[in-house]
């Protein structure tokens, strides 16, 4: 059976039907890779797919991301249930990082390498809420006048883990856990060209927080106006889960958030990253930039 690519309604994202990941032929994969560069976000219903056989679709990608320290550990439970079944608590760790994927952000700018691709199956749904959202930085980019293209063309900021918790009361100890980053804050223009494609795109999102050669409130406040414009239909689309759903998305110039959802039912995702191609997602941070002769300013710090 032929697979069906059904567009959605919004300027990413595409839904494909009549195709098994755990066994594509070489015709389905060409297929899948190229709407993938098309449609930058698609979504597999009822694929169901064991942690094994998500590794192996993902892989077809690229390397994948390590999320945790345990090379085994290739996909991984993004989830509020503990080993021994009771939900997290406010004052957890893991608490506190879930209720930070609910701001708007793109995966791994803050690690000097960052993501290509992002993979989630739905395990368990709690009732209501905990949808994820994406939004196309595309579109975002193409949607703004020429003035705010020309203001932002040369501008870069800065990426941290560390900054985005602190925004939210979280204060996270160095070397924590994955995705602390420990090498310094990677710098990346806020306008980026997708490698294949040659499109342009908007690299913003919570992890953002500092951008050389503005003061810290001018900077804070562009950034926040970027999200709020970029982040608005048609440019949206939002992932009602049900179990066994895939989606993956193009990290290079896709954002997404986690949506709210009571913390008392459980919500279980099974996950892999793409890892990103050096070329392209490779970043300098401010250690490097030290380590050159170049210290930020005060007012940049």
């Known amino acids: 059976m032929e697979p069906t690519i059904t567009p959605i309604d919004a300027t990413l994202g595409a839904t494909i039907t009549g195709i098994d990941l755990a066994d594509l032929d070489d015709i389905e994969w060409r297929r899948v890779e190229d709407a993938f560069h098309e449609y930058a976000a698609l979504v597999f219903p009822a694929q169901n797919l064991s942690a094994e056989a998500q590794v192996a679709f993902s892989s077809r990608f690229g390397d ?59 395990k368990v749904v709690p009732p209501t809420g905990g949808e994820t959202e994406l939004a196309d930085m595309r579109a975002a980019y193409d949607a703004l006048d020429e003035d705010r293209k020309a203001r932002i063309e040369d501008l870069s900021a800065y990426h941290s883990l560390y900054e985005s918790q602190a925004k939210i009361g979280h204060i996270v100890e160095t070397g924590a856990g994955y995705g602390y980053h420990t090498k310094g804050a990677p710098l990346r223009p806020l306008v980026r060209t997708h490698p294949t494609t040659g499109r342009k795109s908007l690299c913003i999102g919570r992890h953002a927080y500092r951008i050389p050669g503005l003061d810290d409130a001018e900077a804070q406040s562009l950034l926040d106006d970027l999200i709020e414009f970029a982040c608005q239909p048609p440019r949206t689309y939002t992932q009602n889960w049900q179990p066994g759903d895939l989606m993956i998305w193009d990290n290079r110039c896709v954002m997404h958030r986690a949506r709210p959802y009571d913390f008392s039912e459980t919500r279980i995702m099974q996950a892999t990253r793409i890892a990103g191609d050096p070329a392209s997602e490779l970043a300098p941070t401010d250690r490097d930039e030290r380590a050159s002769g170049f210290e930020p300013s005060a007012s940049n710090r």
Do not use: F
């Open 64 to 122: 994948i991301e390590l999320l945790r320290p345990d090379p085994d550990h290739k996909a991984v439970s993004i989830s509020n249930q503990k080993p021994d079944g009771d939900v997290l608590k406010p004052e957890e760790h893991r608490y506190q990082t879930l209720r930070g994927n609910e701001g708007w952000h793109i995966d791994s700018t803050y690690m000097p390498l960052a993501a290509k691709a992002g993979v989630l199956t739905a």
